[in-house]
């Protein structure tokens, strides 16, 4: 009965996820990798969710996979730096790199995160630019630090994303000195749990004209229960 009570809760637990990414319009590649669903049963969901006049489009083939969009210009970065905060603030991010990011950091737990983490960015953003889809791959990407990586400024705390093959150093969008690379550490789990967005709505914090989330705000943060 206990056995039964928990795999029903687990299922449960997928096709809330499940239905939060389809309300983001994710694709279904995404949706199976992070509630592990089988295509039918995300077909069924669409199915019955489409039909009842959700306006969700459906979004079919590869996600993206590009890390120059996140790079190609100020505004973007902004974009990045904020998003990049939230996911860190929230625990999306890993305490240490994941060198097979993709296929490790999906998951129905952590999946929950991402989607707080983005309808957090989508509410704190004046103009947001970032779909789900690249939200999707901009936590792979920082995850796994090959493409992307996460730079904190020793001036002011602020967070920015960079691409670690440029040839130039990163600048803060905060204050303009250098962001030096910032190395995952791990760390206690913060003694204040997070704040829950569904819950409280205004625990949410401002994000600053830098789009950084704030001072205190980084992978430093991270909850150590939601590790690698
Ligand atoms: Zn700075």
């Given amino acids: 009965m206990r056995l039964t009570d ?6 449960r637990l997928r096709l809330d996820l499940a239905l939060r990414l389809i309300q983001h319009e994710a694709r ?5 990798r992070w509630t592990g669903l089988t295509d039918d049963r995300i077909r069924k969901l669409y199915r019955s969710y489409v039909s009842a006049g959700a306006g969700v489009r459906r979004h079919r083939g590869k996600s993206p996979r590009q890390a120059e969009f996140f790079m190609r210009s100020r505004p973007m970065q902004r974009d990045t730096s904020a998003l990049a905060s939230i996911l860190s603030m929230f625990g999306v991010l890993p305490q240490a790199p994941m060198a097979d ?30 779909t789900f889809e690249h939200a999707v791959y901009l936590a792979t ?5 090959a493409e992307l990586q ?17 040839l130039r150093t990163p600048e803060c969008l ?48 991270i909850p150590s229960s939601l590790g690698p």
């Fill in 150 to 166: 996460v730079h904190r400024c020793r001036h002011c705390e602020g967070l920015g994303v960079a691409d670690p093959i440029a």
């Fill in 141 to 145: 990407a920082l995850a796994s630090g």
């Fill in 101 to 130: 990011a993709a296929r490790i950091l999906p998951g129905v737990a952590r999946g929950e995160l991402l989607c707080d983490a983005f309808e957090t960015y989508q509410r704190v953003t004046p103009r947001p630019q970032i």
């Fill in 6 to 11: 928990d795999r029903y809760s687990r299922d």
């Fill in 174 to 221: 905060a204050c303009g000195r250098p962001l030096r690379l910032t190395a995952y550490r791990a760390a206690p789990a913060p003694a204040v749990p997070l704040p829950s967005l569904r819950a409280n709505p205004a625990a949410v914090p401002r994000v600053g004209r830098t789009g950084a989330a704030g001072p205190k705000v980084g992978a430093d943060r």
């Fill in 28 to 32: 279904t590649q995404t949706i199976r």
